[in-house]
Nanobody
Framework: QVQLVESGGGLVQAGGSLRLSCAAS???????????MGWYRQAPGKQRELVAS???????NYAGSVKGRFTISRDNAKNTVYLQMNSLKPDDTAVYYC???????????WGQGTQVTVSS
């Protein structure tokens, strides 16, 4: 199996920055075959939505609401994905979840979530 451990959430004022990290561990066979990794978020009363994703080869995809403000990156050697969040807005307040998809059998893995709160 694969475990995803997130870190880096917290409280920040509008206009500030935060960097989230997500490290994958567990079965070496399965970790080495993770394909897309990414970040989702869920605000109170709303559905979970994709924020950004990145393939093992480095192709990225962003939600329109975060383009130009957030940057996703990945270190395959460390099995870690990062989300640099700049120019944060109160609307970015949510629990952020790390996600990874297995290129071996398509299994979706989720982290436990980390709270990001942006005050106005």
């Amino acid at each position: 199996q694969v475990q995803l451990v997130e870190s880096g959430g917290g409280l920040v004022q509008a206009g500030g920055s935060l960097r989230l990290s997500c490290a994958a561990s567990g079965s070496g066979f399965r970790v080495s075959r993770l394909n897309a990794m990414g970040w989702y978020r869920q605000a109170p009363g709303k559905q979970r939505e994709l924020v950004a994703s990145i393939t093992r080869g480095g192709t990225t995809n962003y939600a329109g609401s975060v383009k130009g403000r957030f940057t996703i990156s990945r270190d395959n050697a460390k099995n870690t994905v990062y989300l640099q969040m700049n120019s944060l807005k109160p609307d970015d307040t949510a629990v952020y979840y790390c996600n990874a998809n297995s290129g071996f059998d398509g299994t979706n893995y989720w982290g436990q979530g980390t709270q990001v709160t942006v005050s106005s």
